[in-house]
């Protein structure tokens, strides 16, 4: 398939072609829970440790974030391709109602991932309809025990 460069459904389709994890980024203000599934997170530096998410400019868990300072990330694992369909599509105000949480930090995550990290937002950037966080983290966990659940060409895969 061919497409012109400025064609947004082509854009999506070419993107679906490559393979990205699933995760969760969550928060709390201090009144309730937010948070959503995310694909585009990243790695931004080593030294000193930096991860970037993307999130929608309006989605509520920027919102959240903003006014908190501070948020999660859970990597999914393989046995929670239906947690990751639930943070995507349920109602905000239902999404943590489907999973076992644990509070680190004051920041509710999802149990059952492949790792997880608290973050300090340390700035943020706009980019057309979307935000970019960068987070600098306080504390990580890694279960090398579990394997990590993908998203490749909109469907979820488990990796074993």
């Known amino acids: 398939m061919t497409a012109p460069a400025g064609d947004r459904l082509a854009f999506r389709s070419l993107m679906a072609q490559w393979p990205t994890g699933a995760t969760i980024v969550s928060t709390s203000d201090g009144s309730a829970p937010a948070g959503c599934t995310v694909s585009a997170m990243m790695s931004l530096?080593?030294?000193?440790?930096?991860v970037v998410v993307s999130l929608l400019t309006r989605s509520t868990t920027l919102a959240a974030i903003r006014r908190a300072g501070r948020f999660a990330i859970t990597v999914l694992s393989s046995a929670q391709?239906?947690?990751?369909?639930?943070?995507?599509?349920?109602?905000?105000?239902?999404?943590?109602?489907?999973?076992?949480?644990?509070?680190?930090?004051?920041?509710?995550?999802?149990?059952?991932?492949?790792?997880?990290?608290?973050?300090e937002l340390a700035d943020e950037l706009p980019y057309a309809d979307h935000v970019l966080l960068v987070g600098a983290p306080t504390w990580t966990e890694i279960r090398e025990d579990r394997d990590p659940l993908l998203v490749h060409r909109r469907e979820l895969k488990a990796v074993s």
Do not use: K, M
């Open 45 to 50: 530096s080593d030294s000193p440790p930096l």
């Open 81 to 119: 391709a239906g947690l990751c369909a639930d943070f995507a599509r349920l109602p905000v105000t239902e999404r943590f109602s489907a999973t076992e949480l644990r509070e680190i930090d004051g920041l509710p995550l999802p149990t059952g991932g492949v790792a997880a990290l608290t973050c």
